[in-house]
């Protein structure tokens, strides 16, 4: 079953990818579609199989994979609760997203191609959470790396596809870098990739030095800044987020995927795998915490001020992905898990349902263009609503136990950062609460800002795409309140078991049901202004912010740009390299070596051939000329040098 799970995307992937042109467009969908939702029916089973039960976790050997000297990696996938989590909502969003695509994509003449790259971006992270040793972990990281880089530039003839591909693909690498350094340190210390392994030296590492950059530094230490490197580009985390937003450019279903289910939580996923390693790096963990915080507050000031539909959802990600990371950082695992597993719900129906948005309106994305559509296309505007309030955190909803779980945890960690963390994710909730119903408030309420022709051809998205929202929004409103005593509650051991690790010291799940009473409806309390501040700004009075925009433009500016951090690269790494490229390209390539080298000597050649032809006139008396000055050249040479003398 669990080879199964893993492998019918790959199968769907050969198929589509293969015989794609042979079988057909539709065929291509109903192959890869339908083997996706077998992949996730069987994912459920295994869910409650493993997760709620006394089954212990197991491995399902493949193959030999790498054997070269000390260095024996063995092909297996390992089940356990953390696996069988990651698979429910991987297959489960992944088989709603093909769904949706083929009426999103029910226009486009390269339908087979489209559907064989998101069945193997769901291989790809499916092997990446099934890994029972690092390097396996890194094939499916990678996986994911190339499989988002050809969807994010699925459509090629577009400039900016093409260039949001390449910087996916260019950013993840500077993260990966640091995800390899991590690697090969773990090999050179242990001696071994398998995790089992791994974990099992953990604590002898804490107690271990090793040399990086010249200094002597504490080795799981190291090793784990190194791992987070990798998470903080997968991830989208502060410095090495900017690819995020341009993924956009992908179709609306790749950016569900990307955003929801796979890719942006892989980073989540392996520092919570790793978490034998990160209990004994307090440091590290220190910086995990502060980074996701960071990333978290970053990203919700910019997303308050974005017009696009979809990058506003976009920066929310970030933002959301930043929660996750604080929750891991000051240990509360599992809290991590559980919002990236809610999230993964209600991201891809607000995704989807911006999609549907989309294609109502002739692929216009633009709010400021938008309004008035509640009546125009209600039930999408009932999933968007759902998904805004779970991610806002509305009461009961999924959003409300995870997220409102994280902050409770920042207040109740001992971390040297868990107090930064506890008010900047708690203003966050205030911030995400605005744009949300920003976003719900310019695209649905209000006089229509559209043009005429397209406000009056709006119309609602087939069954097709109206069937995943239906999915989705079920998971939005109720597996937070289904599930949230495994997961955070006071059965977490028994449903975690061995597959999350907690020190002896780490008590953050314990000490989150005894906060005092302010803490527990701080979020909410920020949650109820948040919308009120959209509502103000937005329908009672919706010349405010234009105003404000007016009267603090470098504010505005400051946010509209991203904080310039795309500037700041462009400054500091883009153009140098380019100047660097184009003079070794002119001048080292072009001027010395071809200069001087095979162009150099054959343009003398030329030049010597050019001067000797000239020589051939056709005239007689030029080569009698030639012949006399040549016979004076021999009776001169013959008198100096005597020859012929007795």
């Not at 092997?127 to 029972?132: K, R, S, V």
């Not at 090629?156 to 991590?182: C, E, H, Q, W």
């Not at 202004?529 to 603090?552: C, D, F, Q, S």
Request: with cysteine; net charge neutral; hydrophobic share 55%.
């Amino acid at each position: 079953m669990y080879a199964a799970i893993v492998f019918l995307p790959l199968l769907g992937f050969l198929i589509a990818g293969i015989f794609g042109r042979l079988i057909g467009s539709r065929a291509s969908e109903v192959v890869t579609t339908s083997l996706l939702m077998v992949s996730a029916a069987l994912s459920w089973v295994a869910f409650f199989h493993v997760g709620f039960s006394d089954v212990e976790p197991v491995k399902v050997p493949l193959s030999d994979w790498i054997v070269s000297g000390a260095l024996e990696i063995h092909w297996a996938l390992r089940i356990d609760t953390l696996t069988v989590v990651m698979m429910i909502v991987v297959t489960s969003v992944s088989a709603l997203v093909h769904l949706y695509s083929i009426g999103y994509m029910s226009h486009d003449p390269d339908r087979p191609r489209f559907f064989a790259y998101l069945s193997l971006f769901t291989f790809a992270m499916l092997m990446l959470i099934t890994a029972d040793n690092i390097v396996q972990m890194f094939f499916g990281w990678e996986g994911v790396g190339l499989a988002s880089y050809l969807l994010i530039g699925f459509w090629y003839t577009r400039p900016s596809a093409v260039a949001a591909a390449i910087k996916a693909f260019v950013v993840n690498r500077v993260g990966d870098f640091g995800f390899m350094l991590g690697i090969f340190a773990l090999f050179a210390l242990v001696g071994s990739v398998d995790l089992d392994t791994i974990f099992s030296e953990a604590g002898s590492l804490s107690t271990t030095t090793m040399t990086f950059l010249g200094y002597q530094v504490n080795a799981v230490e190291t090793i784990c800044f190194l791992l987070f490197i990798g998470a903080m580009g997968k991830s989208a985390q502060i410095g090495l987020h900017t690819w995020l937003p341009d993924a956009m450019e992908g179709p609306t279903p790749v950016s569900a995927l990307i955003h929801a289910a796979t890719m942006v939580t892989a980073g989540v996923f392996m520092v919570a795998r790793m978490s034998p390693l990160f209990e004994y790096a307090p440091t590290a963990l220190t910086f995990v915490t502060f980074i996701g915080a960071t990333t978290a507050f970053f990203a919700a000031t910019i997303g308050c001020v974005q017009n696009d539909i979809k990058r506003v959802i976009a920066y929310s990600t970030c933002s959301q992905l930043g929660y996750m990371f604080a929750a891991l950082g000051v240990g509360a695992y599992s809290a991590g898990i559980f919002h990236l597993m809610t999230h993964g719900f209600f991201k891809a129906l607000l995704f989807l349902g911006a999609g549907s948005v989309i294609h109502a309106m002739h692929d216009e994305q633009d709010m400021r263009k938008m309004g008035g559509l509640a009546k125009k296309i209600p039930w999408t505007y009932a999933a968007m609503v759902i998904g805004g309030l779970a991610l806002t955190g509305f009461p009961f909803t999924s959003g409300y136990f995870s997220k409102d779980a994280i902050i409770e945890a920042t207040f109740a960690a001992e971390n040297p950062f868990s107090a930064y963390a506890f008010w900047l994710t708690l203003f966050a909730a205030l911030l995400t609460a605005f744009y949300t119903w920003r976003l719900i408030f310019m695209t649905f309420h209000g006089k229509t800002r559209a043009t005429a022709d397209v406000f009056k051809h709006a119309h609602e998205s087939p069954p097709v795409m109206l069937i995943p929202l239906a999915a989705l929004s079920f998971g939005a409103l109720f597996a937070g309140f289904l599930l949230h005593n495994e997961f955070i509650g006071h059965g977490y051991e028994h449903f975690w078991r061995t597959s999350l690790y907690l020190g002896e010291e780490n008590h953050v799940l314990e000490e989150m049901h005894h906060l005092p009473g302010w803490v527990p409806i701080a979020p909410s309390i920020m949650m109820v202004i948040g919308v009120a501040w959209a509502y103000w700004w937005y329908m009672a009075a919706p010349k405010t912010p234009v105003t404000l925009a007016r009267e603090h433009p470098a504010l505005y500016q400051f946010l509209l740009n991203k904080w310039y951090f795309d500037e700041l690269y462009d400054t500091i790494f883009v153009r140098p390299a380019k100047w660097l490229g184009r003079f070794l390209w002119k001048k080292g390539d072009g001027w010395l070596i071809d200069g001087f080298g095979p162009d150099g000597v054959s343009h003398r050649v030329l030049d010597v051939t050019q001067r000797v032809v000239r020589l051939q006139t056709g005239y007689i008396y030029h080569y009698a000329f030639a012949m006399l000055i040549g016979v004076a050249a021999l009776v001169t040479w013959a008198m100096l040098s005597g020859v012929g003398a007795p």
